[in-house]
T-cell receptor, first 116, second 112 residues
Framework: GAGVSQSPSNKVTEKGKDVELRCDPISGHTALYWYRQSLGQGLEFLIYFQGNSAPDKSGLPSDRFSAERTGGSVSTLTIQRTQQEDSAVYLC??????????????FGDGTRLSIL | KQEVTQIPAALSVPEGENLVLNCSFTDSAIYNLQWFRQDPGKGLTSLLLIQSSQREQTSGRLNASLDKSSGRSTLYIAASQPGDSATYLCAVDGLGFQKLVFGTGTRLLVSP
């Protein structure tokens, strides 16, 4: 498809388990973002990838969270030793990148993560 | 620290009314402001993007204005329709270029 694709759409796991969330951005978009949407905190920025540059991890809430982007395309967000407060919708977005200030971010439908 | 506030939190109107959604932000040093809509269980759909050098953008029945110096933006929806029912979010790149800070949204319900 032409849009940002995220998988799985829903994930239920037990506290303490590790989870991996996947994002497939729009083809040709060099910038990729992860956000988290939770009831208590609204929508929060997590991490930003731009081309081959080192990612901006300034929004990650703890060292249990990490992300990588392979080949400048697909990205995986990993949460280790999940806690109940990690329950949220994790949204991925992509855009044409930092040289295109007039281009919006395009979002996927998100992964709804529930920690039991 | 950039903070974004949206008023009202919820709005219910009959079909056909014109309406205005408000967004304010605390730090005027922004590159862009974006308006999104979010349908239940879905991601965000970009509606309009206003660069900091612009005053407004229009798309169909939607018009967004930006007053950067006062830290305000409005989204005007003309002749509202039931299909406009959704949560509307504004966001500014207050954390640095293209890293968005979101408001808490306005939940809009347009009744037939």
């Amino acid at each position: 498809g032409a849009g940002v694709s995220q998988s799985p759409s829903n994930k239920v796991t037990e506290k303490g388990k590790d989870v991996e969330l996947r994002c497939d951005p729009i083809s040709g978009h060099t910038a990729l973002y992860w956000y988290r949407q939770s009831l208590g905190q609204g929508l929060e920025f997590l991490i930003y990838f731009q081309g081959n540059s080192a990612p901006d991890k300034s929004g990650l809430p703890s060292d249990r969270f990490s992300a990588e982007r392979t080949g400048g395309s697909v990205s995986t967000l990993t949460i280790q030793r999940t806690q109940q407060e990690d329950s949220a919708v994790y949204l991925c977005a992509s855009s044409k990148g930092e040289h295109y200030s007039n281009q919006p971010q395009h979002f996927g439908d998100g992964t709804r993560l529930s920690i039991l | 620290k950039q903070e974004v506030t949206q008023i009202p939190a919820a709005l219910s109107v009959p079909e056909g009314e014109n309406l205005v959604l408000n967004c304010s932000f605390t730090d005027s040093a922004i590159y862009n402001l974006q308006w999104f809509r979010q349908d239940p269980g879905k991601g965000l759909t970009s509606l309009l993007l206003i660069q900091s050098s612009q005053r407004e953008q229009t798309s169909g029945r939607l018009n967004a204005s930006l007053d950067k110096s006062s830290g305000r933006s409005t989204l005007y929806i003309a002749a509202s329709q039931p299909g406009d029912s959704a949560t509307y979010l504004c966001a500014v790149d207050g954390l640095g270029f293209q890293k968005l800070v979101f408001g808490t949204g306005t939940r809009l319900l347009v009744s037939p």
